[in-house]
């Protein structure tokens, strides 16, 4: 396994997502910070006084992948977040030694969310119109929903 980071341009962030869950890579860690690399500072006015802005917005998004899809995932990463110009952001690979999902207790691939099914709403319960029998048990109510 491997966790693929990519730290990209705020602003692309919509279009990364929507590149990811077109190729099925569900989930994802995103983290929202500042920081800076080929780009030049900017001097920029605020309040009627000069700023200089050397740390820009930036987003990173961490997800962790089986060796075979890294290849596919950061296609797509460099398709969506690409737009030609000094700041687009940089993508690292670093190897995972294991991955536990804490809720079920499952190892290694298990544990990943790449390619898994969104979860589906329960279907609905019709409704009967007859009354219950008495000796039958009593209705349960939906869970998130008031008594």
Request: no cysteine; net charge negative.
């Amino acid at each position: 396994m491997k966790k693929v980071e990519a730290i990209v341009r705020t602003e692309r962030l919509p279009f990364i997502r929507e590149a990811l869950d077109a190729a099925g890579y569900l989930g994802m860690t995103v983290i929202e910070g500042r920081g800076r690399g080929a780009e030049k500072p900017m001097t920029m006015v605020w309040r009627g006084s000069k700023v200089l802005v050397d740390l820009r917005p930036k987003t990173k998004l961490e997800i962790v992948v089986p060796d075979d899809l890294v290849q596919p995932l950061v296609e797509a990463l460099l398709a969506s977040a690409y737009t030609g110009e000094p700041g687009d952001g940089k993508i690292i690979i670093s190897p995972v030694d294991e991955v536990i999902r804490i809720r079920t207790g499952e190892y290694g691939i298990k544990a990943v969310s790449v390619g898994a099914p969104r979860r589906q709403m329960p279907a609905q319960v019709e409704v009967s119109e007859e009354a219950p029998e008495a000796e039958s048990e009593p209705a349960r109510q939906p869970v998130g929903t008031a008594l």
